[in-house]
Structure formats: C-alpha cells, structure tokens
Nanobody
Framework: QVQLAESGGGLVRAGDSLRLSCAAS?????????MGWFRQAPGKEHQFIAA????????YSTDSMKGRFTISRDNAKNTVYLQMDDLKPEDTAVYYC?????????????????????WGQGTQVTVSS
C-alpha cells in the first residue's frame, strides 16, 4: 500500500504561482511508481495534468497543460511536486496526485486514470480573477 497526501493548495489571484506537493508513505517503494497529477473542477470529469516516470527521467503532459505546469519528483523525500505558474480562474479545481504503473512501458497511457492504483485525497486550488 501507498498513502499519498497532497498539500500546497489555497486561494490565489490570477497570474500567481503555486507549488503543490504530494508526500508518499507506506510499505511500497515510492520510487517504483509513475506519479501523476490530475484535477477535477466542479461538475467536470477528472483532467490529466502531467506524469513523471519512476526515475524522473521522463515527464509527460498534454499540449493544453504544457508551459504552465511542471512536474518533478524527489525520490529521497518520497515527494512529487507540481509547479503551477500564471494561474487562471479556469484552473480552479481539486488537485490529486496518483501513483501507479502508468505509461508505455506498462502498456498504458500516462493519462489513463485506471493505470494509477493509489490516489491522494486532493487539495483545493482556487484562482480568483
């Protein structure tokens, strides 16, 4: 089992930056997993943001997320980060981190929610205009 706990959310203004953290704990080895970030806005489906492979050597995000969102990880600290810049009101959502065997190496897509076995409780990010 892996437990994930997000932090760093809050209320910010448009144009501000935030860095979310996701700390992992549990019996499973954090460094074995692909880590991903998703978000869910009110009344909408989960949206994939970015993923990073177990070694940190490969990151992946969709075109709509590139440029303002950057994922990174520190396996020594069992933590994955999401740097968010130039935030917009439409970025308002609950942000979730997830761990799993996601990506082409495992025959899945990084953005497939089903590829992630463990999820955090989420952290709220609210961006005012």
């Amino acid at each position: 089992q892996v437990q994930l706990a997000e932090s760093g959310g809050g209320l910010v203004r448009a144009g501000d930056s935030l860095r979310l953290s996701c700390a992992a704990s549990g019996r499973r080895t954090f460094s074995s997993y692909t880590m991903g970030w998703f978000r869910q806005a009110p009344g909408k489906e989960h949206q994939f943001i970015a993923a990073i492979t177990w070694s940190g050597g490969t990151t992946y995000s969709t075109d709509s997320m590139k440029g303002r969102f950057t994922i990174s990880r520190d396996n020594a600290k069992n933590t994955v980060y999401l740097q968010m810049d130039d935030l917009k009101p439409e970025d308002t959502a609950v942000y979730y981190c997830a761990a799993g065997f996601a990506g082409p190496t495992y025959g899945t897509r990084y953005e497939d929610r089903a590829a992630y076995d463990y999820w955090g409780q989420g952290t709220q990010v609210t961006v005012s205009s």
